[in-house]
């Protein structure tokens, strides 16, 4: 089976919620979703992260797009699809763990720093590419990816993207189809109100960096 995700179904952040504890993990869900967020990631080396999985499955499932990241071998990718998941984010290009994210119907988002890396993901069925971390690739670098990948193949920067136009804009200006958010997002001691001012900001200036490309390219 092939993934059945569609990623016009959702605003293409990803949120990145290291450290979360299953006590807390539906309230701190409720607020990213009620700010617009549709795409939740909980990294394997969070406390009890399967656990955490397991419930926002549970409650949110149906509607959102729920899992793991760093994941990263085959016996993980399948404790993390026996939660009923439907997203597989890896740190790294492991074609075993994307072909089986992908024939159980998770959007599955590799991590790519390389063209072969990047190729060999696509080749193996990913969703879309988690470019990580951005800081090594760069703005050129991805450019020049950009620029040999198939059209219309997703490329999401991670890593020290910050909730400003600025900081998102040189990306979506090269053809970055979204990003995954990590600490300046989220973390664990954060409390719930904070999380909500940068989760919509977040979206906000996502929303505006989008704008402003679309009229510098004239659409």
Known sequence: ???????DNHLPLIAIIRGVLPQNVIAVAEVLIESGFTMLEVPLNSPNALES???LVNKFGEKYCI?????TSPELAQQV???GANLVVTPNCNEDVIRMSVAAGCAT????VTPTEAFSALAAGATGLKLFPISMIGL???KAL???LPEGTACYPVG???PTVESMQPYINIGATGFGLGSALYKPAMSLEQIKVNAISYVKNYHQACQQSELRLGK
């Open 1 to 7: 089976m092939k993934s059945n995700f569609e990623l």
């Open 53 to 55: 999985i397991r419930l």
């Open 67 to 71: 899992g793991a990241g760093t994941v």
């Open 81 to 83: 699809i026996d939660t």
């Open 109 to 112: 988002f590799p991590g790519v």
């Open 140 to 142: 050129e670098g991805f």
């Open 146 to 148: 950009k620029s040999v």
């Open 160 to 162: 020290g993207i910050e």
